[in-house]
């Protein structure tokens, strides 16, 4: 008998204001949504830059079950083992063969039945890496018939590129949700042959800030054109993420839910 999955993404999750945000946020999240899977995408949740053994531990004593990632995966050299080691932990799927990890998983559900969840990432403005569009094709292929229930984490810059996606796998898998530009998008909707569909989910992190770096450190960037050193803001901390339905019978989104907490003050 079918019925409905319920799926919790959280958006890229920023150092330790993040996390502190998903150690405050998500067991009520956990209890108004009852996910079946909650996954996060934690490529900056190591001082910005990352993820390690030690924040991915955190994120799965919480709940979290699946930890998606991006191109700042790589500028730490500890996720590399991490990447290399716990399966449950997803770089994006085409990156060239040879790099550590995996792009995507099977996730057994508490009833016997099968998710998969898949990382991808985006080339516009981005590196020069296999194409997003044909690896999800590939991917699609070697799942083969063995689970309808499909997330993909596509991360990209280029909110054209995301778009495209969408349409691209549109009836294909359960849902394209983007990452990486840490500002949520006000498009969660299902497309026409059912697939649920966000270009951003957002970030979770501190939103007195650019992107989730101080302000004064990204102004001076933009104005003076020469490096600075990254430095997280800590301001404003807000989780940002969606909640899914999913038809277990077909594969199909019939419910996708946007949300960031604690909501932002309203100016007068």
Known sequence: ????????????????????????????LIQKYEPHLVIINGENAAEGKGITET??????????????????????WKSRPLLANNPKVLRPANY????AGRGYLFHQLEDGSEIAVINLQGRTYMQTIDCPFRSADSI?????VQTKLIIVDFHADATAEKVAMGWHLDGLVSAVIGTHIHIPTADA???PQGTGYITDVGMTGPFDSVVGMK??????RLLLQTPFKY??????????????????ETGKTVKIESFMHPKPMQSL
């Open 55 to 76: 924040e991915a531990n955190r994120l799965f004593m919480l709940g979290v079950d699946v930890v998606t990632s991006g191109n700042h995966v790589w500028d730490n």
């Open 1 to 28: 008998m079918a019925e409905n999955k319920s799926i919790l993404f959280i958006g890229d999750v920023i150092a330790e204001p993040g996390l502190k945000a998903v150690e405050e946020y998500l067991p009520g």
């Open 215 to 220: 302000k004064e450190i990204a102004l001076k």
């Open 189 to 191: 909707r299902i497309l």
């Open 96 to 99: 060239p063969p040879g790099n």
């Open 140 to 144: 699609l292929k070697n799942i083969g």
């Open 231 to 248: 430095e997280v803001a800590s301001g404003d901390v807000r989780i940002c993420g969606v909640q899914l339905l999913i038809n277990t």
